[in-house]
């Protein structure tokens, strides 16, 4: 069938440009999430849900106010926050920090994401570590009052912490092998750490 009207051919024409540009739009975000959220890591894919926003920040200001810029109350403060939302494996993609807080439970990837998102808003420098079927935290932290053993990662101090543990303190004790970190990820950039050297020790 000829279609001869001018309109009907001017609306075939800008529904079918529209979805192009819709086509390739999705492209492109599948491309930008495939780039920042996963990573292989062996015969695994990892996919992060790290978040910088306005909900993380609000929510590691109101943990820290009483602290007064002191580092190892933040972190602790944030910590035990973390610690206290009830562990439950969840089955699925890890969730955004903001739906383990609404939801009130999370595995580690759900907590660890939460914890280190909070992290961040504070500009720690904290990682991802990933062991076999389980993932923590490392964070650098140089207070001499930290009596803990900790992971030299390319021979900088770096404390664990265990989202996973109630009430866990700064310096969790490494459960794992040094040969079983399988990565060391800075997920808001999504690359593995280039490790030259690794030790944990006091």
Do not use: W
């Not at 492209?27 to 920042?36: A, E």
């Not at 650098?140 to 109630?166: C, G, H, M, Q, W």
């Not at 808001?188 to 944990?200: A, M, P, Q, V």
């Amino acid at each position: 069938m000829l279609i001869k009207s001018n309109s009907v051919k001017f609306l075939s024409l800008f529904i079918s440009i529209f979805f192009l540009i819709y086509l390739i739009y999705l492209i492109y975000i599948s491309f930008f999430i495939v780039k920042n959220q996963f990573m292989d890591i062996g015969d695994s894919t990892y996919v992060n849900q790290v978040r910088v926003d306005e909900y993380t920040k609000k929510l590691s200001d109101f943990l820290t106010k009483t602290c007064n810029k002191d580092k190892i109350c933040e972190v602790q403060k944030i910590l035990d926050f973390v610690t206290n939302i009830p562990y439950k494996i969840n089955e699925s993609i890890a969730k955004s920090p903001k739906k383990v807080v609404e939801q009130n439970f999370g595995d580690c990837d759900d907590k660890s994401n939460l914890l280190i998102s909070l992290l961040k808003q504070r500009d720690y420098e904290a990682y991802f570590v990933l062991v076999p079927e389980h993932i923590f935290v490392i964070i650098n932290l140089e207070d001499e009052n930290l009596r803990n053993p900790a992971l030299y990662v390319n021979n900088k101090r770096f404390y664990i912490l265990e989202s996973t543990a109630t009430a866990s303190k700064i310096g969790f004790p490494l459960k794992y092998k040094l040969d079983e970190i399988d990565a060391i990820i800075d997920p808001f950039i999504n690359k593995k750490l280039k490790i030259e050297s690794l030790d944990y020790k006091l």
